[in-house]
């Protein structure tokens, strides 16, 4: 199977745009979707991202997300930044099995 | 209102046994695939296993095959997990998962059951 690699953690400050990337570690990140999903402190996660690019509703347009064949990653970008955005971020994709990567801490001060 | 409940989790010793329960309501679940996610304490997302609508496929993450078994009833609305041989490294937050009727990913989560494996 395949992994998902992400930053441990980004910082960003208020109104500014953040970038979490979302490595694949072998297959084609264009083969399978990719979701994002946001976890806050003592909440089970939600989504802000699913395939690849789309946004569920009640989630802001701040949230986008994109995949790059050429470096074989995804990414979540964030701008606008509030400090409710704060919170852990997780990609996942599947092929045989459903794969999460590591986690991104996102602080934003 | 679409909910997934998890209940079953507790304290249990290395090499003890666990069922864990995930009430569905609010959706039609015999229509959907259903995972089971966990997280360690202070650690990421880790898909432990899933089944399809009717039960007939299932799948597990390596580090728990043979010993973890999911399950379902659809007349009862209700996944399971029968978690055998307990390893410390088993010790989470469980959450149980409904997966979108499109793609592989989770669209509906609970709000988890806590394993603890500890002597």
């Known amino acids: 199977n395949f992994m998902l690699t992400q930053p441990h953690s980004v910082s960003e400050s208020p109104g500014k745009t953040v970038t979490i990337s979302c490595t694949r570690s072998?297959?084609?990140?264009?083969?399978?979707?990719v979701q994002w999903y946001q976890q806050r402190p003592g909440s089970s996660p939600t989504t802000v991202i699913y395939?690849?690019?789309?946004?569920p509703s009640g989630v802001p347009d701040r949230f986008s997300g994109s995949i790059d064949s050429s470096s074989n990653s995804a990414s979540l970008t964030i701008s606008g930044l509030k400090t409710e955005d704060e919170a852990d971020y997780y990609c996942?994709?599947?092929?045989?099995?459903?794969?999460f990567g590591g986690g991104t801490k996102l602080t934003v001060l | 209102e679409v909910q997934l409940v998890e209940s079953g989790g507790g304290l249990v010793q290395p090499g003890g046994s666990l069922r864990l329960s995930c009430a569905a309501s609010?959706?039609?679940?015999?229509?959907?695939?259903m995972s089971w996610v966990r997280q360690a304490p202070g650690k990421g997302l880790e898909w432990v296993a899933n089944?399809?609508?009717?039960?007939?496929?299932?799948y597990y993450v390596d580090s728990v095959k043979g010993r973890f078994t999911i399950s379902r009833d659809n007349a009862k609305n209700s996944l399971y997990l029968q978690m055998n041989s307990l390893r410390a490294e088993d010790t989470a937050v469980y959450y149980c998962?409904?997966?979108?009727?499109?793609?592989?990913?989770?669209?509906?989560w609970g709000k988890g059951t806590t394993v603890t494996v500890s002597s």
């Open positions: 998962a409904r997966e979108s009727t499109v793609t592989p990913r989770m669209d509906v």
């Open positions: 609010g959706f039609t679940f015999s229509s959907y695939w």
């Open positions: 089944i399809k609508q009717d039960g007939s496929e299932k």
């Open positions: 072998s297959g084609s990140i264009a083969s399978n979707y």
């Open positions: 395939e690849d690019n789309q946004r």
């Open positions: 996942q994709s599947y092929d045989s099995s459903v794969v």
